[in-house]
């Protein structure tokens, strides 16, 4: 390898302060945009999504590096983006109240049972995709579901619905039946066992 080629590879083509000022921008960008965009966003609940974040990150490419395709430049904007990150998640991890605006709170989506169609609508989601959030993690219907929470970073949490008292009566009354048959048989056990070596005498 030349030294033409070393100073291609390493030899900054922007300033230092600007290869660090344009992931900033970027980075604090999307925040915004994402935060404003929904929670489905997030979610990655479709293949329309994803394809979005992933074109997305194609996008503002070159925004980041800029006319620069130096490895110290990519080194630098990769250490500044993580750098960045750091701080911001130390600064939302100290403060509450901060972390609840740039994350936003969670979204009911259903309680009690019942399905609040109007939060759906203000996020996006729809029943087909609710639906098969519940499958994956377990649920045969949304009827089974007690409680939907759409968390701030995306993902759905589900809370199955407590069985009728009558279903957990006679749970607790089958449960009794098989320890009293348990019981009966072995005293039945003992009882042989105690006529045996009588019978032998």
Known sequence: MDKTMWTSMFQLGL?????????????????????????REMAQLNPFDLVVLLTLSNTVQNAIIGNDNSVSGGLIGAATLLIVNYIVVRLLYNHERLERI?????????????????????????????????????????????????DPGGAVSFTRKKPPIELSRHEEVLAKFAEMSAELARLREAMSSSRGPANLA
Not at 131 to 139: D, P, R, T, V, Y
């Open 15 to 39: 300033p230092l302060l600007e290869k660090m000022i344009r992931p900033v921008i970027v980075y604090l960008f999307l925040i915004v945009v994402l935060r404003l965009a929904g929670k």
């Open 102 to 150: 740039v994350e936003g709170a969670p979204d009911v989506l259903i309680e009690h049972g019942e399905i609040r169609k109007e939060t759906l609508k203000k996020e996006l989601v729809t029943m087909q995709e609710l639906e098969l959030a519940a499958h994956k993690q377990g649920f045969d219907s949304l009827e089974e579901v007690e409680r939907a929470v759409l």
